[in-house]
């Protein structure tokens, strides 16, 4: 087969939907800017590039873009097109796909929260992702600007509800929230589905291995009015932080940052309501309904 034929049979694939990529991952971006790098340090255009690896000029965009996953094939002919420095052959086992459902900034923490021994979590804007009801979660993903399709939609709630089984497969694994007051008085939708986010916050937070404290109006200025926050510890034994807010998320891992968060954490731990006086609490807004 010639190189103009598999370009032609390779240019219907590069336009169909089903095979770009909906969410790119970081990995997939950085590829494609590597290739892209590597292809203009040669001097070719895409069109030149394409002949040479046997792919349209627009599968070879949709790459460089990171819109697409590379065979192993575009892979192998686009090393030896750029001068085989060896580049793309070791950076391709490392890339992943787009996980639908999670924010791009958001991914690599979530991997993170698979494996970690520990996870710590205080919110101030809203029911933290780990224990909203379904109702809930529906109403913060379909308020969101701008909206969501019905299919992203889908899939939000989805991870959503997925992330969630962690509370219940990783009984030895601690995990610790510490919620402001008002996050649970914020009404959404009607009386049913308040008592519902009420008694899903209480079950998932009824295991040994799960903590819940919500910090009562009068506790007054604490010491993580900077934001939300959340800590982890790796099998490693290395400790990391993730702050969030409009369209972004920052991951920090250097020690002497990550150690002060944990101490702003442990202080309004001892400002917060104990475990049995958070349920209590609760209970007692679910009965004001």
């Not at 200025?221 to 969030?244: F, M, N, V």
């Not at 991951?251 to 209590?280: C, F, M, W």
Request: glycine fraction near 6%; hydrophobic fraction near 35%; proline fraction near 5%.
């Amino acid at each position: 087969m010639t190189a103009h034929g598999d370009a032609s049979e390779n240019d219907d694939l590069a336009v169909c939907e089903a095979e770009r990529e909906p969410d790119p991952s970081d990995s997939l971006r950085t590829f494609g800017a590597v290739v892209q790098a590597l292809r203009e340090h040669a001097g070719l255009s895409r069109v030149q590039f394409g002949e040479l690896v046997r792919f349209s000029k627009h599968t070879v965009e949709s790459v460089e873009l990171g819109r697409r996953m590379p065979d192993e094939s575009f892979v192998d002919r686009a090393e030896e097109a750029t001068g085989n420095t060896g580049a793309l052959k070791k950076a391709a086992p490392h890339l992943s796909r787009g996980e639908a459902g999670l924010a791009a900034w958001f991914r690599q923490w979530a991997r993170l929260e698979k494996v970690a021994v520990s996870l710590c979590t205080y919110e101030c804007r809203l029911v933290p992702g780990l224990l909203q009801s379904e109702a809930y979660a529906r109403a913060v993903f379909e308020g969101t600007v701008p909206v969501a399709p019905d299919d992203q939609l889908a899939d939000y709630m989805a991870k959503r509800m997925e992330r969630q089984r962690m509370l219940f497969e990783r009984p030895t694994t601690p995990f610790s929230f510490i919620v402001e007051e008002h996050v649970f008085r914020r009404r959404f939708g009607d009386e049913q589905q308040m008592r519902e986010l009420y008694d899903h916050v209480l079950a998932l937070s009824a295991p040994r291995n799960v903590t819940l404290q919500i910090v009562p109006f009068e506790a007054g200025l604490h010491a993580c009015l900077d934001g939300p926050l959340q800590l982890l510890e790796t099998p490693k034994g290395q400790r990391l932080a993730y702050s969030e807010g409009q369209q972004n998320g920052r991951l920090i891992s250097d020690p002497k940052e990550v150690s002060l968060l944990h101490q702003r954490y442990d202080t309004l731990r001892s400002q917060a309501l104990n475990a049995k006086d958070s349920r209590g609490l609760l209970e007692r807004l679910r009965g004001e309904l």
